[in-house]
């Protein structure tokens, strides 16, 4: 950042957060489709080499397109945050090839044999096999507890010394359950545990668990961040600046976990409009969720904006808008669902969300298939359960195809 002033809203911080004097006076930030750079003279690799920054190397192990997008992250995290001192909080994102990726960094770089993570029961489904297949193979022991009851998370955090770390995911997938990120993150600090928050569905714009004394924050950028559909990538931002350029940098870059120029160019592009797509994002998905509400082959829906939803008042107080995620169940179960969603015109039958276009899809059949199906009901994802990430589209069209598509 170049500014004296400090910037007051986050899509100026989402478009001037980092530094952007570019090669050649380039007004956007080049794509540095480079492998490796060069060196003036022994000296200077050397000096390259000893830096704790690692820039200007290798690409595996930092690349500047890579950077602009880190900064901008970091920036978007740390807005209006102050550290212990009073100072502006200053974060280190590393940017990685898939959510997935960034996810092991965080996993693999803070666990070894013999520790324990705790998470609660509602997580993404590459979260919760990275933790069944790829941690527990590992010797890492996995605790998987309702988090949203605080007396059972006193009793499981007070009960697990060998707890490393927690994980959160709030709003959760799909059932948009949420945790309490304060209360938690007391608890585990209160026990010297580290705690990390996925924040893909809330984005920095609804959310910012650093706020609440968090340790590391993770994004698939592939989703809001990135917002058009365009590439795969993620995200590990770290308050602890020092083990984020040493440890967990070494992590990543021994694991392989980095993205590429083009992709971290379509991800910087994105991010730009944040703001102004989380609005629209926000206002259409709280109609969506009346309309569904009220609709009369609708038997319920889960949103956290909705006062029938049972963290709504929690939502009220940790997110600045509940978001643009939902799930719902039709009267008529699987049947009636897999019927509406074929009989879609306009919004899109797709895995993934956060992008542009309204997408759905059907967890038990597609995002959830791999978690067995007594683990998934126990998460509230039932058979006939529909998972909605709203668009930007114009909020009548949303609902004309929703209605003609609901029409027996
Ligand atoms: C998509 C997603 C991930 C995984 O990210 P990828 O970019 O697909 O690797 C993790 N957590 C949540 C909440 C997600 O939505």
Redesign the pocket.
């Known amino acids: 950042m170049s500014q004296t002033f400090p910037l007051t809203g986050i899509s100026s911080v989402a478009i001037h957060g980092a530094d952007n004097h570019h090669a050649e006076s380039s007004h956007v930030t080049p794509i540095y489709a480079t492998s490796t750079f060069t060196f003036d003279t022994a000296e200077q690799g050397m000096e390259r080499f000893a830096s704790l920054d690692k820039e200007k190397i290798y690409s595996r192990w930092g690349n500047p397109t890579f950077k602009n997008a880190e900064e901008t992250i970091a920036a978007l995290e740390a807005f209006g945050l102050t550290d212990a001192a009073g100072q502006p909080l200053q974060l280190k994102a590393l940017l990685h090839a ?6 092991a960094t965080l996993f693999l770089g803070n666990l070894q044999s013999g520790d324990s993570i705790l998470s609660h029961f509602s997580l ?1 489904g ?2 919760y096999e990275l933790m069944h297949k790829v941690l527990a193979q590992s010797g890492i022991n996995i605790i998987i507890a309702d988090l949203r009851d605080l007396n059972i998370a006193v009793e499981t955090i007070q009960n697990n010394p060998s707890i490393k770390l927690v994980h959160l ?1 709030t709003p ?2 799909p059932t948009i359950q949420c945790v309490d990120i304060d209360a938690i993150t007391k608890l585990a600090k209160a026990q010297n545990m580290l705690v990390s928050v ?1 924040n ?2 809330a984005t920095p714009y609804l959310q910012q668990p650093f706020k609440y004394g968090v340790d590391f924050v ?1 994004h ?4 809001f961040l990135n917002g058009h559909g365009t590439a ?3 995200v590990l931002i770290g308050k602890d600046i020092e083990l984020m350029k040493t440890k967990m940098w070494k992590w990543h870059a021994l694991l392989g976990g980095n993205g590429n120029p083009f992709d971290a160019y379509l991800l910087i592009t994105g991010m730009k409009t944040l703001e102004l797509r989380m609005e629209r994002h926000c206002s259409n998905a709280m109609i969506v969720a009346k309309f569904l509400e009220q609709h009369p082959a609708v038997a319920q829906v889960n949103y956290n904006g909705l006062t029938s939803h049972p963290d709504y008042h929690l939502c009220q107080r940790q997110m600045t808008h509940p978001g643009a995620l939902m799930s719902f169940e039709l009267k008529g179960g699987l049947d009636a669902g897999k019927q509406f969603i074929d009989k879609l015109q306009m919004c899109v039958r797709a895995v ?3 992008t542009v276009d309204t997408l759905l899809s059907h967890p038990a059949s597609m995002t959830h298939f791999s978690v067995p199906r007594e683990e998934r009901l126990k998460f509230g994802i039932t058979d006939g359960l529909i998972r909605l990430s709203v668009g930007i589209e114009n909020v009548a069209d949303i609902l004309a195809d929703f209605e003609q598509a609901l029409a027996s």
């Open positions: 898939s959510g997935q990726a960034a996810m993404y590459g979260t995911e959760a997938n996925d893909t569905f993770f698939s950028t592939t989703k795969i990538g993620g993934s969300l956060g």
